[in-house]
Nanobody
Framework: QVQLVESGGGLVQPGGSLTLSCAAS????????MGWYRQTPGKQRELVAS???????IDADSVKGRFTVSSDRAKNMVSRQMNSLKPEDTAVYFC????????WGQGTQVTVSS
């Protein structure tokens, strides 16, 4: 059974940093592109970053230069380093495999506020 568990969110001041982690069981990272999604109240969940099995990454324009995505395939974990956070980065963040969506985890809340 696939389980995705996101962690690392929290409350941070503008300009601060957070590192999100996604631990997955029941899915092989070496096979699937893994993605980070974000969701804000009243809006649909959207894919904002992905990392392939060659560690090629794609990131939303709004976060380029501030956020990075990495993976540890041996541990089946994906991370999201978030620097220079802005209030508009406030959201619940999820991970999943875009081409083969699995049941969603609970997500991790990121709140950027002074």
């Amino acid at each position: 059974q696939v389980q995705l568990v996101e962690s690392g969110g929290g409350l941070v001041q503008p300009g601060g940093s957070l590192t999100l982690s996604c631990a997955a069981s029941g899915i092989t990272f070496s096979v699937y592109v893994m993605g980070w999604y974000r969701q804000t109240p009243g809006k649909q969940r959207e894919l904002v970053a992905s990392i392939g099995n060659s560690d090629r990454t794609i990131d939303a324009d709004s976060v380029k230069g501030r956020f990075t995505v990495s993976s540890d395939r041996a541990k089946n974990m994906v991370s999201r380093q978030m620097n220079s956070l802005k209030p508009e980065d406030t959201a619940v963040y999820f991970c999943n495999a875009p081409a083969a969506l699995r049941p969603w985890g609970q997500g991790t809340q990121v709140t950027v506020s002074s």
